[in-house]
């Protein structure tokens, strides 16, 4: 009896071992590298806290990661300043000049009750010898992950006067053979969570304004299907199956509606949606294919693909009076619209020559910009703080993602190792 | 007090290889349950030669639904209905000539068949923006499907569906791969 025991005990704890092993998001997990900085880095050096290395997670490493990746900082190495500053008064400024550093951050964690802990930082500007920020936050060790993402952010605003996103999430599709899944993880790579998975393809996904949902198309059905489903709860509804296709859903800045290409009454149309997939209202009749529909931040227009003039191109739909207006003239392909979120251009797909590549128009000068420079680039998502689009790449070997700053100067590339990459979406600010 | 034999544990290890291996070729929690359906996969370069047409109304009698085996035309290779695929241009819908008696067949056997039903599966070749292969596939199949209701099948017999540029038969990168994928696919209901 014993002996039985003890077999199926080894029995269970196999199966679970190849389990999790064959089940792991770790496959799909994305490791991001710079391949091209911004015009010019602040030098900065990161202080290891003091007391950091008595816990077994990393935090300077990641505040430091997080600055660097973005392009827009070069990291000066610490070592050799001794005593080691943990407070700003302990700060010799002429060190870190020395050193090439115009920006010096330094820290503690100190033991707090109850296995937590008290997570202090300073940031200082070693040239005018000035303190630019401090902030303390109590936290269990094992949110020192997020910790450094909020040092992180602050650091960035107010080094470069604009909202930092490393506290951000990504959601991404990755194929590996014939499966698909939908994950979520935080905006440096790391913790890659699987939202959906599938033997068919899914596309599309778009996230709810308050980061709570998700929208996305699948093919399970044979069909293309339209979903919502909550990050929480795991739990979806469909948003939209009517006869035919539907596709391409994208939210109201009020999370309650969501635009969504259907085919129900023939051809591609735009149609508006409840989040609870009720009040269908036709948006517009062409004769045309209409779909992408993007809207405005404030609301009260959505950029969309359409080819009513010949060729697909985008243009503008202002809700209140109906009025649509052409908004790209280059080339006979411009596709995929995504508002900036200030409002005050979009970016966009074109195709030239026979190559893909993502490109930033102003909608007050009309200028075009192309910001990348692959064979087959698509579906642009653009970071909350409009400076870094994610977009997928890939020359139809494996895709990976790639993201580049609004001015095209800051490139990075996102690889998962064992999967096709695709279909960024980037999520909004935490609240 | 009893050891665990090398015997046993080596029993367990591959009992556990085995049973984990089976549980995670199943879907994880969020796909639904859904009734399985066969994936079409007609024959590569399926298209009709100008004329084959009228090889579909006489010979096997056009009756019956779309299942079944011996004497089925929808499944004789002898017979036009068996061709499933109509196949386009870069960029375009436009229906050419040589799918013209294709089209005609099917609309034909819908149009004596009044309870066959079929879906129309449009698909685009892998270059562009996924979701605008959406549409495009989509304006492939209702265009077919246009055409089949002028030549007697009715709306409610068939469904257009787009799978976009998502469902490649050909994995190719070339030219050759970008044209077989850009077609329609005929799949009756019930196959």
Redesign the interface.
Known sequence: MLRRLRFFATLAWFTALVLGLASNPARAQLTIEIIGGGGTTVPIAIVPFAGEANYPYPLTGIVGADLARSGLFKLIDPAGVNPRPARADDVRFGEWTARGADAVVVGSVTPQSEGRVEVRFFLLDAVKQTQLAGFSYVVAPSQFRATAHKIADIIYEKLTGDVGVFSTRIAYIAKQGPRYELLVAEADGYNAQIIVTSNEPLLSPVWSPDGSRIAYVSLENKKPIVYVQSLATGQRQVLANFRGSNSAPAWAPDGNRLAVTLSRDGGSQLYLINADGSGVQRLMSSAAIDTEANFAPDGRSILFTSDRGGSPQIYRLTLGTGAVERMTFDGSYNVSPRHLPDGKGFVFVRRDGGRFNVAIEDFATRQVQVLTQGASDESPSVAPNGKLILYASGNGGRGILAAVSSDGRVKQRLTAAASDVREPAWGPLPK | M?Q??HR??R???W???A???L??GC??????D?AP?EERTPSPGAAAAPGAGTAGTTGTGVTGSATGTQGNPLRDPRNVLSKRSVYFDYDSYAVKDEYKPLIEAHAKYLQTNRTARM?I?GNAD???????N???G??RA?TVKRMMLLLGATDSQI??????K??PRNMG?DEAAWAENRRDDVVYAGE
């Open positions: 009893h665990l034999s046993n544990f029993h367990a290890l009992a556990g290889i049973i984990a291996a549980l995670a879907q994880t929690t969020q796909t639904p859904k359906v879906a599966q892998e270059r562009g923006s996924r979701e605008y959406i549409a495009l989509q304006r209702d469904e257009t569906v787009s799978f976009g998502e469902k990168h």
